[in-house]
């Protein structure tokens, strides 16, 4: 399972090689645990976001 996340100035886009089409992240349904750092390639940052967010971060 392939997602590529792509940040455009309308906002972050979701192209998922299960879907087919390309979704506003917030749309996907998916929560995000990490992703790559778009102002450093080599670096990875850590991010709770989406629908279950919540559960991961134990609030």
């Not at 100035?9 to 750092?37: E, M, R």
Request: no cysteine; aromatic share 12%.
């Amino acid at each position: 399972h392939v997602v590529l996340l792509a940040r455009l100035k309308s906002g972050d886009y979701v192209l998922d090689n299960l879907a087919g089409s390309v979704k506003p992240w917030s749309s996907t349904g998916y929560t995000f645990l990490a992703s790559q750092n778009f102002n450093n390639k080599s670096a990875w940052q850590v991010t709770l976001a989406g629908p279950r967010a919540a559960q991961f971060s134990g609030t």
